[in-house]
């Protein structure tokens, strides 16, 4: 199937940059977590947290509309307009946007960070420079995945990391200007990397264009999708500011570190998958036994997932403590919890596949509507009983919630068999492996025994889940590769001319 293919190959591009950029991310933990306090750690989550809730807000939508489409179309005049109308569009709503944040971030910096943070309005005014120049990045690097240019977006995306890393270590070592420093190196970064962007999408695409229908059927898709975007990004980020109120900013900074490391291990595993699975499900739609592969690729995304994610949270515990000073030592056995939340979280993108397809976004709002409300009750309600933990539960709970109401919601569109007792018996066993070996087995081990052992109870489930399927792909190859050069053989042996003298008697 080519759409397996493509998501095989792209994923595994993808997959790349990622496996780079979060090994970069995990190598520089120990310089982080040296150089700044849980306290500045705190003050930078939750300026990326407002950044990012704000910038999902401008182009959530808007990144999943113009890749639709984009599809609706094959000659160029139609994707110079739908991709220039984008990109205007979210250009203008961002500079709006950004131009009123600027005005009141004294207000808010008092309001998120607290008073006692003295710098607080100069945080915010590099955040909000930031945040301008990554939506129109956030565009740009959708037009490239619809393109399926993976492997320049792996190489820009590898640049900027390299330079960003280079840039920050200087403003923090050189320089010592601690939370300062980082928002300056990424405000750099940031900015070189969407110029470069920005060069790659003008040399390809053509003259400026601005379509006013197209922007009125993108904006009517887009708009469900923002509430939708919001209401996610606040699911996985809001707890930082239940804690800023209940606990102290040392707290808010160990769980954002637990938090970073998980959203950074969920990244790794499904984000290369998302990046081309938005685009293959238009190619899948197209088959004629579309339901049953969308429900194959749930049964292999489940236990995918399952296996990456129990990897990470059995290795994570002899691992961190070789990275991170004591005072974070409270966030390993937090990122378990947080890694369960991410995967339940991840069945989502298999749910909202009919909403997609039928273009009726709609669908995913009550959905997040119904995770959002759970989300600030469970977090009032955990938050001032369990501190770090409480928050981390309420995560869990958050994404049941919201996964599961778009499931609902969508079939009502398209339904779609999904393999429920294997996924589900795969996901306790999951679960079962996590508990039995992190509290019968690991504490009569040694770091390097836990690693090694961590390693094989993946290596088996893999085997067990994707042995067959593995065997049936091979097999499937080996048969196309001898039928391709049974075809070639006879091609070779055919002689026209033995053909032609009856038909010259005739």
């Not at 804690?243 to 570190?257: A, C, F």
């Not at 000073?325 to 947080?338: Q, R």
């Amino acid at each position: 199937m080519k759409p397996v293919r493509d998501l095989l190959k792209h994923s595994s591009i993808y997959m790349i940059g990622q496996i780079l950029t979060r090994m970069a991310s995990v190598l520089l933990l120990p310089f982080y977590t040296h150089v700044l306090s849980p306290a500045d750690y705190g003050i930078t989550a939750i300026l990326d947290l407002t950044a990012a809730i704000l910038s999902t807000f401008i182009a959530g939508g808007m990144v999943s509309a113009v890749t639709r489409h984009h599809f609706d179309g094959d000659d160029e005049k139609h994707h110079d307009r739908v991709w220039w109308t984008g990109l205007t569009m979210v250009a203008t709503v961002c500079t709006i946007i950004s131009l009123t944040m600027y005005m009141g971030r004294q207000v808010l910096a008092d309001v998120t960070l607290g008073p006692e943070v003295a710098n607080g309005a100069w945080f915010y005014t590099l955040s909000i420079l930031t945040l301008w120049f990554t939506v129109i990045g956030m565009i740009i690097d959708a037009y490239l995945r619809a393109l399926k240019w993976s492997g320049v977006f792996v190489a820009i995306s590898l640049g900027r990391l390299l330079f960003n890393v280079g840039i920050n270590v200087y403003m923090l070592v050189v320089l010592k200007l601690g939370v300062e420093g980082l928002l300056i190196g990424n405000l750099t970064a940031t900015i070189v990397h969407t110029a470069v962007l920005g060069m790659v999408f003008i040399k390809s695409r053509g003259r400026y264009v601005l379509d006013k229908v197209i922007g009125q059927q993108m904006f009517h898709f887009a708009a469900p999708l923002v509430f939708t975007a919001i209401a996610s990004m606040a699911m996985h980020e809001a707890d930082r500011y239940f804690l800023r109120i209940w606990e102290s900013m040392d707290e808010v900074g160990i769980y954002s570190l637990a938090h970073k490391i998980g959203f950074a291990v969920n990244t790794l595993c499904l984000l290369p998958f998302i990046s081309i699975w938005h685009v293959a499900i238009y190619d899948i739609e197209r088959m004629p036994n579309a339901s049953e592969v969308f429900a194959k690729f749930f049964g292999w995304f489940t236990s995918g997932m399952g296996i990456l994610l129990l990897g990470a949270a059995l290795t994570v515990h002899p691992v961190l403590p070789w990275l991170t000073p004591d005072a974070y030592g409270e966030a390993i056995d937090l990122i378990s919890v947080v890694l369960l939340g991410f995967f339940v979280f991840g069945l989502s993108f298999m749910f909202e596949v009919p909403s997609l397809l039928t273009r009726k976004t709609r669908l995913m709002l009550p959905g997040s509507v119904a995770g959002l409300v759970v989300n600030v009750a469970a977090n009032m309600a955990l938050i001032p009983i369990m501190g770090s933990w409480g928050a981390a539960w309420a995560g869990v709970l958050t994404y049941l919630v919201y996964s599961f109401c778009i499931l609902f919601a969508c079939r009502t569109v398209m339904k779609i068999e999904y393999p429920w007792l294997k996924s589900a018996a795969t996901s306790a066993a999951f679960c079962g492996t996590y508990v039995g070996l992190r509290y019968a087995c690991f504490p009569h081990m040694n770091a390097w025994q836990q690693i090694g052992v961590s390693v094989a109870v993946c290596a088996f489930w893999a085997v067990v889940l994707f042995g067959r399927v593995g065997l049936d792909l091979a097999m499937e190859r080996l048969a196309k590769a001898k039928s391709s050069e049974v075809d070639a053989a006879e091609t070779k042996d055919f002689k026209p001319e033995a053909a032609t003298p009856e038909l010259v008697e005739a």
